[in-house]
């Protein structure tokens, strides 16, 4: 009788500990199928962290920020000092074979700078949106844009301003209205030349991006 009981104790162990066992191996495996998704920034100095080290500018504070609130993703910056989007178009196809979830598209200041034509770069950006959503259809994009002091150039300052709009309604994007928000033209935020951002500013940018992907869904835990 006393074997009985012993044996059908030593039995009870091992379920209970098989049960355990077997919740500990469906967590592991949990923890297992997390995966990392990847972002890429594409744009110009501002990207770079122009004059900073590249973990001060908006990538790394971004990518820092979501993994702190249980983002998993990666972002890769890359920048080109100077870019236009006809820069960009010619050089698109050297990210086909990245693994992308995230797009995060901002290619415009150099274009003003230079008074390019409006429509030309809008034919430039719909060129590029057009490659990345045949190459990668899963992808999502994120057009950023930047509203251009209308004291310069009106009419030519107005038309590119509306140029965003116009694209993201065009493509049905996710349109991040203004990516230098609260950041320009302070000068406790921007570097002496008053254009690019100091890291101050940067923090600034990623935190309003954030809100914006998590706002709009676009990142997932």
């Known amino acids: ?7 059908v104790l030593i039995l009870s162990f ?3 500990g098989c049960g355990k066992a077997e919740v500990i191996s469906e967590v592991q495996n949990d923890k297992q199928e997390i995966v990392q998704k990847n972002i890429l920034a594409l744009w110009d100095s501002i990207t770079a962290g122009y004059n900073l080290e590249l973990s ?7 990518e820092e920020l979501m993994q702190k609130q249980g983002y998993n993703y990666k972002i890769v910056n890359a920048w080109v000092s100077g870019d236009t989007s006809k820069n960009l178009l010619d050089r698109i196809e050297l990210y086909d074979d990245l693994e992308v ?3 995060m598209l901002t290619i415009w200041w150099n274009d003003w700078l230079r008074r390019q034509s409006v429509d030309t770069m809008k034919q ?5 949106i057009e490659h990345l959503e045949t190459v990668n259809p899963e992808g999502k994009i994120i057009l950023s844009g930047m509203q251009m002091p209308i004291n310069l150039w009106l009419n030519y300052s107005r038309e590119f301003n509306k140029s965003y709009e116009i694209l993201a309604d065009k493509y049905n994007l996710a349109l991040y209205d203004f990516f230098l928000e609260w950041v320009a033209k302070d000068t406790n935020l921007n570097l002496s ?3 690019h951002p ?3 500013g940067y923090k600034i940018i990623a935190a309003n991006l954030f809100e914006f992907l998590e706002d709009e869904d676009i990142i997932q835990k």
């Open 198 to 200: 100091n890291n101050a």
């Open 101 to 103: 979830d995230i797009y």
């Open 14 to 16: 091992i379920l209970v």
């Open 56 to 62: 001060d500018a908006y990538p790394a504070e971004l």
């Open 193 to 195: 030349d008053g254009i």
């Open 124 to 128: 430039n950006i719909s060129a590029i």
């Open 1 to 7: 009788m006393i074997k009985k009981i012993i044996t």
